[in-house]
């Protein structure tokens, strides 16, 4: 990418991307480029790009009231795609040309008609991601996904070949490895990006062409390398865990509260950049495996298998995310659940468990996806942090 | 404890309705019994397609969801969601799988039942059968999180897919995977089975207790159609009772039987004319969500204002089998996965013949005409997102591509409303339950159907 389609360079350019989300695809569109709205990690984008379309993830506003996404949806869904919803309503996806919904959770699955009819868009389609994790599931998710390349193919009038969606698998495989090596940024005391940035950078890069976002992450590396005026200083470096945390604000409060966000367990981070697409003969393999195997998301059973004891299930289940935590050093970790997440939700005492088997102290926060908790839950993560010191 | 009798005193208007109490309860003590006998145990979900391959290796199914139920029937919860609570699990999730979980861990802790467990207690189970689908997460997940407390008792997962309505995806074009893997997951349930009871499936019995089931189904179907009547013989107060059979029993001769005799009970209430309520003003369609269980009198309460419902989409799990289109197979496995599919997508065809519908809304659509709807009730908990998510844009919906049939009315054609009520609590918590909000709802609820029914009059 050049400076012919940015306006700024690194930081600046992804803050202006962030706060002004879509507003590139956007700018394609006057062009005749098309774009896929989508929700959550599951959706293999590699399929979309191969077609033709930008993918777009629809993000919540933890600062915007849900007003009219009330009047379809009810309030005991997930508050997180509640949000994505409200705003989707309102019209911030309205440049988009078609919705892309995986199974990932009731509140997006059994909504999945909701989505379809009051977004109204030209084309939508629901990516049938199965529980379990076994062979024949990924054989059934395989097909499913083939079903939906035809489907897309049909829409967008033009033959998906395996070339263009292996083209994509590299293009997505090198572009999460750029992400990492941004994470990699924060294994050093002090980290040289802060918690706030990263998401800012890594949500930017979700409203871009693969191509213009690894370009966009390779900006904001170059720049943090060479930053001489980093305000980021020593302090309890920790590691959060969750499900979907798109807006900065919280990341931000943890900083200001006297933290580090050096690393996490989420979406958007490392679960859904960390895993690349296994190179295969055929791409749609490497992409089935890469969505319901190496996705570690709770919705995704893992079977205790045979003479497994409770704690190498919590390992292989959780083992991950403990990798994490002791490479990028952490002090201790945030799980932060948005409320009415039964995927998560029930995994929480395990969870806490496991990581405190590693000596990590643990804070447990069950939010509401607003900015209006803010106050309450800095004093709890000051408190948090207190012991940790 | 008054409560309690109060929630015992729901007045039922049939007979068959008022002996699944009893029947629940021998159920109940009968898993106890089982695991006395050495019998082999399985907590088990209902609507998971595996009651027939249980009941044919004689596995006695512990229904966990139901076990919440009673608690919540008895109106002894809170000390099981008190002790999930307790263990870290937030109290928004599902209260079924909370009172489980609480349950199981108070027990594990115990070395024995609970005390004055409702009904004896939950047996400790010998494995557990998850389920799979788009339907519930809870059912992928809370057998995991019980598992915690009992490390030694295996869990198989049925996997359980069904496509979703799509415009331009026919069921029929991606049938062929779809039943390919649920067989699949079936006869990986077969061999989990096998294993833990030492004994092989008797496929020729597995067949018979298939059909027994299907005629059940049929049965099921035929009786509730009765209901069609004016006055119709038996409204949803009753079906919340008689739908235990139906989940929780399908696949015996015992549920067969129940049905026989309801219909037989039904028939000849409507041969004298005799309804739920001697002056039926109102004809109501439950159209979705679970009721909350510590407050089915609500049901009377809306029979003492003149209103009935004749239909429900709650429970009511069957569809005529020969209108399922089954293929022909004389593998029972299969048979059981085409007609999981074909129940799930019964809707889609009928759906694609109206613009702006949808399976859930056509289903809807057709209850109110078949049994001559005036108004809808649904129930949002809110504990549970599988079968409450949705239900408002099915509302919003309906009154928009919606076009009733015209009433005369002098001057004009006029359409006819739908009001609708959402209840809103939970289905076993009554943390969040107001009688009195809730019977002032209904009585707002029944002046406008009253208003409505004026003005058509007028």
């Given amino acids: ?389 | 404890m008054a409560d309690e009798q109060d929630a015992k005193k729901r007045r039922k208007a049939t007979e068959a309705a008022g002996k699944i109490g009893g029947m629940v309860r021998a159920a109940i003590g009968g898993t106890i019994k089982a695991k006395q006998e050495g019998k082999k145990l399985a907590y088990a979900f209902i609507s998971s397609s595996y009651d027939e391959i249980i009941r044919a290796m004689d596995i006695v199914p512990v229904w966990t969801e139901n076990y919440a139920g009673i608690c919540g029937v008895k109106r002894d919860v809170n000390r099981f969601l008190e002790r999930a609570e307790s263990l870290g699990l937030s109290r928004s999730l599902c209260t079924y799988a909370l009172c489980g979980i609480g349950f199981d861990q108070m027990r594990e802790e115990l070395g024995e039942m609970p005390p004055n467990s409702p009904w004896g207690g939950q047996a400790r189970p010998d494995m557990m059968l998850s389920s799979g689908q788009i339907l519930c997460d809870p059912r992928n997940k809370w057998y995991q999180a019980s598992q915690q407390f009992m490390p030694d008792v295996p869990i198989y997962n049925v996997g359980l897919p069904w496509p979703m309505y799509e415009d331009d995806v026919d069921v029929d074009d991606v049938a062929d995977y779809y039943i390919k893997h649920i067989v699949k997951e079936l006869r990986g349930l077969i061999a989990f089975l096998e294993k833990q009871t030492g004994k092989k499936m008797d496929y020729d019995r597995l067949s018979g207790i298939v059909a027994l089931a299907e005629h059940t189904w049929d049965l099921i179907w035929e009786t509730y159609e009765m209901r069609r009547a004016t006055p119709t013989p038996m409204d949803t107060g009753d079906a919340m009772n008689t739908m235990v059979p139906m989940v929780f029993m399908m696949g015996t001769q015992e549920a067969y039987d129940f049905y026989l005799a309801l219909k037989a009970e039904l028939q000849d209430k409507i041969d004298r004319k005799e309804g739920v309520i001697e002056d039926e003003k109102y004809r109501l369609l439950w159209g979705g969500g679970l009721p909350s269980w510590f407050a089915l009198n609500d049901f009377n309460y809306f029979n003492s204002k003149g209103a009935v419902f004749p239909a429900e989409t709650t429970y009511r799990l069957v569809e005529p089998i020969e209108r399922l289109n089954i293929p022909n197979t004389s593998d029972p496995v299969e048979r059981l996965a085409w007609r999981w599919l074909r129940y799930w997508t019964y809707w889609y065809d009928k759906a694609r013949k109206r613009p702006g519908s949808e399976p859930d809304v056509e289903r809807l659509i057709q209850y109110i005409e078949d049994y001559k709807i005036d108004g809808i009730v649904m129930h949002e908990a809110f504990s549970c997102r599988t079968w409450h998510l949705g239900l408002i844009w099915q509302l919003n919906q309906l009154k928009k591509i919606y076009r009733p049939i015209p009433v005369l009315s002098l001057g004009k054609p006029a359409r006819r409303e739908n009001p609708s009520l959402i209840l809103e609590s939970d289905i076993i918590d009554m943390s969040s339950y107001s009688e009195v909000e809730t019977r002032s709802k209904i009585d707002a609820f029944i002046e406008t159907l009253e208003s409505l029914k004026s003005n058509q009059i007028a």
């Fill in chain 1, 1 to 389: 990418m050049s400076n012919e389609t940015i306006n700024g360079r690194g930081l600046a350019e992804a803050e202006r991307l962030y706060r002004d989300y879509g507003i590139r695809a956007k700018k394609l569109k006057e062009q005749g480029q098309k774009s896929i709205a989508y929700v959550c990690a599951l959706v293999p984008l590699e399929i979309i790009a191969a077609a033709g379309f930008i993918p777009i993830r629809i993000r919540g506003d933890v600062n915007e009231p849900i007003t009219k996404g009330d009047i379809d949806l009810e309030t005991i869904a997930c508050p997180y795609a509640r949000s994505c919803f409200d705003n989707a309503v309102k019209g911030r996806y309205s440049f988009c040309d078609g919705l892309a919904i995986p199974h990932s959770c009731d509140s997006t699955a059994r909504t999945y008609s909701v989505w379809r009819y009051v977004l109204n868009f030209p084309y939508s389609h629901f990516i049938n991601t199965p529980h379990t994790a076994n062979t024949s599931a990924l054989e059934f998710f395989r097909a499913d996904l083939k079903n939906f390349l035809k489907s897309l193919g049909r829409f967008a009038r033009s033959e998906i070949t395996d070339a263009k969606l292996a083209r994509y698998v590299e293009l997505y495989n090198e572009n999460r490895k750029k992400v990492m090596a941004l994470y990699a940024l924060r294994k050093q005391d002090p980290p040289l990006i802060s918690g706030a940035e990263m998401v800012k950078a890594l949500v930017a890069g979700l409203s871009l062409p693969v191509e213009e976002a690894s370009d966009l992450y390779d900006q904001v590396r170059e720049e943090i390398l060479n930053r001489k005026d980093a305000a980021i200083k020593k302090l309890p470096r920790i590691m959060v865990v969750g499900s979907a945390i798109d807006n900065h604000d919280f990341m931000q409060l943890i900083e200001e509260s006297g933290a580090n966000v050096v690393v996490d367990d989420l979406c958007i981070g490392t679960r859904e950049f960390g895993p690349p697409t296994a190179v295969t003969d055929d791409p749609m393999d490497g992409i089935a495996d890469r969505y319901l195997n190496r996705i570690n998301c709770p919705r995704t059973y893992r079977e205790k298998k045979e003479g497994e004891t409770l704690e190498d299930d919590l390992a292989a289940r959780f083992g991950d995310a403990g990798k994490l935590a002791k490479e990028y050093a952490v002090d201790g970790v945030i799980l932060y659940m948005y409320k009415y997440c039964d995927p998560f939700g029930f995994e929480i005492p395990v969870r806490k468990t496991w990581f405190e088997s590693l000596g990590l102290p643990v804070l447990y926060i069950e939010d509401e996806y607003s900015a209006g908790t803010t106050g309450s839950l800095r004093t709890r993560i000051q408190a948090f942090l207190e012991v940790i010191e």
